[in-house]
């Protein structure tokens, strides 16, 4: 399914779309709503729950409890337990419905085996008969369609191989990032073919090498540093939260393609899939600086040079980031510990409530939309994407 829809999408990816100047916007919503112990509570109804776009209430029209947590053993005579599964056999999928992008274009060598181990790890010991997966290795050296084979899926984690080189030409990775934005935007395309089901997008890069304008931005991500200014000196103050083994780009340094960023968030959210960043390279060690990297002209010479080997923490402008935290999954990275936040993305892909309403604002603008999720009950918390994207004009 997945090489199919993306052969389509390439065919009619640049075809224009007929401008309009409203139109009728149905948000589907996966909300998570837990009580003071951390557990899921899973009795609400729609009047329970207060759906304000903008701050304009919102009328619910569909409201499910989605409940995979126990695990179902699907039929061999329902769905098969090896091969590719088919559009029909995926609606019948009793269990979660994942996709692990592995951009290699975005990982150094040196971090390939992490990355595939834990991926490997991830399908051999949270995956149940029930799951089913695929996998696309971004370059396209290797691809998986959605199976409920283990064996199959691990072995097109194999073929990964990271393929990172700073020292390309500008214009080369270039066209490799954006590439990798619009193979973001193509999957979420042919998830939104399952209908009705939330699906969970594990990408696994350092960077996605393209960020979001800061302008737009911010709007969105309040506590951003990246781009402050010393108000003596006039000087942009770089956010120390960015350094990483050598130095992360300044945003203003990095690409800037944010109309195709927010063009793939508006996929995943239309297509109801929550991308969920992993950045396999375990801990940084922002001291650190290379044996390899001649030293000559101090510290700063020093980390630039180790720049040109490997980037360091994503910017906060990164799509890194943006996909993550505006499709309703998060990132993971600078740490050693993946259990948790693996965990953590089998339980949101688990049991969730998904409801669904038809947007009171029916303007093509390209603006952001801000969701507000209230619970008429004391003692809980709900966990949602915080808005969303309306189509550009």
């Known amino acids: 399914m997945l090489a199919a829809a993306l052969s389509l999408f390439s065919v009619s990816g640049h075809a224009q779309a ?14 998570r709503v837990l009580d003071a ?36 053993t699907p039929s061999a005579l329902t769905i098969p337990s090896s ?16 996709v692990f992008l592995l951009d290699d274009v975005h990982v150094g060598v040196a971090h390939s085996p992490r990355a595939r181990t834990l991926i490997k790890e991830f399908i051999r010991d949270r995956m149940t008969p029930a799951d089913a997966a695929g996998v696309v290795i971004a370059s396209g050296v290797g691809r998986q369609d959605f199976t409920r084979d283990k064996a199959a899926l691990m072995k097109a984690v194999d073929r ?18 954006r590439g990798v934005v619009k193979l973001v935007a193509d999957l979420a395309g ?5 209908r009705g089901r939330h699906k969970t997008l594990v990408y696994v890069g350092s960077q996605v090498g393209c960020r979001g304008g800061n302008e737009t931005s911010a709007d969105f991500f309040p506590g951003l540093k990246g781009q402050q200014q010393d108000p003596e000196t006039g000087k942009r103050i770089r956010d120390q939260n960015t350094l990483g083994t050598g130095v992360a780009p300044d945003a ?17 959210v239309q297509a109801n899939v929550s991308l969920y960043a992993i950045d396999p390279r375990g801990s940084l060690n922002r001291g650190w600086i290379s044996p390899s990297v001649d030293g000559r002209g101090g510290p700063d010479e020093a980390r630039r040079r180790m720049l040109l080997v490997e980037p360091g ?66 003692g809980v918390e709900a966990f949602y994407r915080a808005g969303y994207m309306a189509r550009r004009p």
């Open 37 to 72: 112990k951390g557990s899921f509570v899973r009795d609400l109804a729609a009047t329970d729950i207060e759906v304000l776009e903008d701050g304009v209430p919102q009328a619910i029209s569909e409201f499910t409890l989605v409940d995979l947590s126990s695990e179902p």
């Open 83 to 98: 091969g590719v599964l088919s559009p029909a056999d995926l609606e019948k999928v009793p269990g979660r419905l994942y």
């Open 313 to 378: 923490k994503p910017s906060v402008l990164d799509g890194f980031y943006v996909l993550s935290e505006h499709t309703g999954g998060f990132a993971v990275t600078d740490t050693g510990n993946y259990r948790d936040p693996f965990d953590r993305i089998v339980r949101e892909s688990s049991t969730y409530y998904l409801l669904a309403y038809t947007s009171s604002n029916s303007k093509i603008d390209g603006k952001y939309r801000r969701t507000e999720i209230k619970v008429k009950r004391p």
């Open 190 to 194: 042919a998830l939104g073919s399952i």
């Open 252 to 268: 203003d340094e990095q690409l800037l393609c944010n109309e195709q960023l927010w063009d793939a968030v508006r996929a995943a």
């Open 160 to 177: 990964f191989s990271g393929s990172l080189d700073m020292t390309e030409p500008a214009r080369v990775q270039e066209a490799r990032a």
């Open 18 to 31: 007929p401008t309009f100047r409203t139109e009728t916007t149905v948000v589907q919503l996966p909300v």
